[in-house]
């Protein structure tokens, strides 16, 4: 089980205008590989997902497997076990944001099945619109314990800096 210990905002200034441009290039690509699986989510059948990412089992290690995540990578990534897949994703994307994109998009998608549930229920009668299938205006990535560091530095007259170090995309890295 994963515990946020702390949420730390990083602002980035223009001195730092090589890590910034860094950075807007993962958050680009998260939105295109988020945009994707959404889409994907759609052909694959969102209530499939939905029941999917509900059902959890445990392993005997201990961790629970994520069918919703599991299918969708078997749906889009070629792997040796299956080198054609049925919604081949056409760009290249690291594992780590591209996990984080799914289960951004699947948490989107449960959300909006809940959503739908609900307004059939009291909604459709009270007059309150329909609710519309997940389509993001800004992206924000759920950044995983391997993607950042978090650093405390305690510095004179008791006051307290957070840095952040977060792996961003190189050009040679795509």
């Known amino acids: 089980m994963k515990v946020i210990k702390k949420t730390v905002l990083l602002k980035v200034y223009e001195p730092n205008k090589g890590k910034k441009e860094c950075l807007d290039r993962v958050i680009d690509l998260y939105a295109k590989t988020l945009d994707f699986y959404l889409d994907v989510i759609k052909k694959a059948g969102i209530y499939r997902i939905v029941a999917l ?42 594992v780590d944001i591209r996990r984080s994109a799914i289960n951004q998009a699947i948490g989107m998608v449960s959300s909006y099945v809940s959503n739908l549930k609900n307004w059939y ?23 995983y314990s391997t993607l950042v560091e978090l650093d405390d530095l305690l510095v004179r007259e008791n006051k307290e800096f957070h840095f952040v170090r977060i792996k961003v995309l190189n050009e040679k890295e795509r």
């Open 121 to 143: 229920e009291e909604g459709k009668e009270l007059g309150h619109s329909k609710p519309s299938y997940p389509n993001p205006k800004s992206y924000s990535p759920q950044l």
């Open 53 to 94: 990412a509900r059902k959890k089992k445990e392993r005997k290690s201990g961790r629970k497997s994520n069918y919703a995540l599991n299918l969708l990578e078997k749906l889009t990534v070629p792997t040796q076990a299956h080198p054609n897949p049925l919604y081949p994703i056409p760009f290249s994307v690291r």
